[in-house]
């Protein structure tokens, strides 16, 4: 039977996996897994768990004094909850996670004793020689430290084969650069932190600390398990490599929203379930714009913790897809022609009380200082848009952006209608009448701000920087991207903003000017400069050269490192020249390989499969073209059909045997010049016209790969 026929019978015929039962409610589950301040009173005396307490919520390292208990108390929590290892849970510049399992195991006089120390719990020293490094160490310099981030909670991995203990980490090299995501992320909070406090502190607000909150929503689609392991593109890439359009994809709009497969239920409900034990607050799932494609968005957090979160979340959909016979596909592009996957970053300032700096108060002079923290984001991306694109590219985002209502991947900021009237307002006044006598603030339209309803800003899909009320919405970023970069990237901007608009409204208080008056004027000189970068309306670009044959992620990736960027982040010591080249590299190595890899899989495809597959079906038209010839001397019938069919298959298979001949040579010679790369994302897109026209072509009985109308519509 064919083997795609076979797969569909299977998928068919099985019934649903049962979710795990449900017993108690979200609420009493709800960290279960997680070392929180309840938790730590249970295990660490009262001494201990204050300054466990202080070191985490001031982001301190922890105390040596205190490494011991508090390892101790680790231990024994992680043993009661069935812990039988630990691991440093950290975030190199592969773009996911990385964790050494060490087990518990140790011997005291010969005999066999559990162990966790407070040095095991502070710092290992992992082989960091298999990472990239983007040139930050040679080869043969092996070493690398991890250290706890104790301002993000321990937390317990409970698989179905075993129970581990996860300390999450940064990563560094034996020189003290940073080899990971997260050392650099934490630098840029406390950039931002620094430089919101003194700006509130000008507007006569005192605060102890200022966070930038974030909100992750993450999507991703499900293809059965079955389908997957019979497409070599699919698993080897990450995304089909050919496919003709489905009759129906997403034309009939009828996905979003819809009612959830029984089978992708039992998988969501699973998935809620280890998500909130380990302390992730997922508060809303549902089907997204493509068919197979899902969404889950947990609730806003530490940015820290959030997209510690957020890396959880994307391993927690892989393990739990394959127990639900799925497998999930977190590329940004896996099906063409239909939406592709994003990762939504909602963005904010949260005082340590709770009050967002970026929603509009019910007061004049909180509405300056919204306005001063809001206008100074929107020139900081104006100003910085290059860097802020750099973060966001990928050999799968770069097939994304701008296709089927994705945000385009140059930047621009959506701010609707109401603020951009305000902003436009207060670059060119209204004109008063005259012997008016009014409140300049009131005059600008900044006291009338309270009016501004949370959510009368329009939500628009294709913007790649939104504001949305009470907060910015990046929604350029990628499925499959670790958030930590384009976070990193934005709050060190906006801190950089924030200390040149405080210093220049001082500059302009010292001589004379009023607070008010000094505001506003550099409100308007900040809105005339940056009003370029704000559009309102459809984001869509018009189509020009194809994202599929160009490479743009290259020519941006150079943002990175460019003057103004190294001396921007060593200005706020949150990147070295070093560490910034590093990370350049890094992604465009990630880039080549990630193009070579799809050469080289459609490489094998055409020569061992597809070559023999037409070779086949050509033999079985021959035979039957010679049948009907032999039929045509008893009566006048015409093997014309068949014969149009030949002479189709040849001359396809003739051109995707050169495509395939061009592709290899091209993969082996190409010198990793964007004109190289360009060759072979030329070849690859051109070989899938090809493709996709043997698939019209052959059989339905005889085509043994997965169709796009099965892996996105049957499960």
Known sequence: MNPRYKATEYILNRKAASPSKVEKRAAEIFGENVFHKAVMRRYLSDSVYQALTRAMENGEVLDKNIASPVAEGIKAWAIDKGATHFTHWFQPLTGRTAEKHQSFLDFFEGEAIDKFSGTELSQQKPDASAFPSGGLRTTFEARGYTAWDSSSPVFILDTTFGTTLCIPTIFVSYTGQSLDYKMPLLRSISAINQAALELCE???????????????EQEYFLVDKQYYFLRPDLYQSGRTLFGAPAARGQHMHDQYFAAIPERVYAFMN???????????PLKTRHNEMAPGQFECVPIYENMNVAIDHGLMIMDLIDRIAHKHEFVALLH?????????SSKHNNWSLMTESGRNLLAPGS?????????SFFVSVIRSVWQYAPLLEASLMSAGNEKRLGKQDAPPMDMSIFVGRQ????????ENPPRRKKNEQTDQLMHLGIASIPELLLDNTDNNRTSPFA??????????????????LVMTILNTIVADQLFDFRARVQGKMNRGRPLEAAAVDMLREYIAESKGIRREGDYMPAETKSADTASPTLRKLRALTTFDSIKLFKLHKVMTEEELTARQTVLEEKYHRQVEVEAMALVDLVQTQLIPLVHSYQDSLITL?????????LKNVKGRLEEQTLLQLEEILTALHE????????????????????SLLTLIAEARVFIDQLEGLIPDELWPFPKYREMLFLR
């Open 202 to 216: 000008l507007f006569g607000q005192k605060h102890q600390k200022i966070t930038p909150s974030l909100g992750l």
């Open 270 to 280: 699973d998935l809620e379930w280890e998500a909130h034990r380990m302390g992730i």
């Open 332 to 340: 940004e592009k896996p099906f063409e022609g239909i939406s592709g």
């Open 363 to 371: 007061k004049p002079e909180e509405n300056l200082l919204f306005l």
């Open 419 to 426: 603020l951009n009237k305000v902003l436009n307002d207060i």
């Open 467 to 484: 504001f949305t009320g009470d907060k910015f919405e990046i929604r350029a970023v990628g499925a499959s991207s670790n958030s930590s």
């Open 625 to 633: 073209l010679e049948k009907k010839q032999r039929l045509n001397s």
């Open 659 to 678: 495509k395939a001949i061009l592709l290899h040579q091209d993969q082996e010679t190409q010198n990793r010049e964007e004109d190289g790369i360009e």
